[in-house]
């Protein structure tokens, strides 16, 4: 299988906490709102908190394996990674994957597990950092 993301990924198994945020209104001008159009984050979740389990990770996002939550939740999340510390985060569901999935392999099919993917919104830059060298490091072994 080819792997075409844009950020490298480092394969994680870090327990988190997850958490379905949503967004702050916006107040705009009456000129401006004639005008402007924005992606709203879906509110169906709002509220929810619940365990989960990141799988991977880059400095872009994660793969987070659990119960999905709707397309554009806007999510909170915490966890730890080993040689980085906890990781706080704020970030978009883009997608998701319902159930568990098998993919045949010529040597053996491999299991995919339902959860979803989270593009960072927000994240400290240096931890993006320290992403990116444990994701160096580890691209070598």
Known sequence: MSDIRRAPRLVVNAPAVIESIGQGS?????????VFRRVDADRSSIGSKF???????????????GAPLPLLS?????FEVKGLGTVDA????L?????DCELPGQAAAQTLPKGFGVLFE???METR???AALVARHAGT
Do not use: C, E, Y
Request: aromatic share 6%; glycine share 4%.
């Open 26 to 34: 916006m107040q705009l001008h009456p000129n401006l709102a004639k």
């Open 51 to 65: 365990p989960a389990v990141v799988r991977d990770l880059s400095t872009n996002g994660a793969f987070i394996s």
């Open 74 to 78: 806007r999510v909170a999340l915490k």
């Open 90 to 93: 704020i970030g978009w569901v």
């Open 95 to 99: 997608w998701q994957r319902m159930d």
């Open 122 to 124: 927000a994240i400290p």
């Open 129 to 131: 950092t320290a992403i």
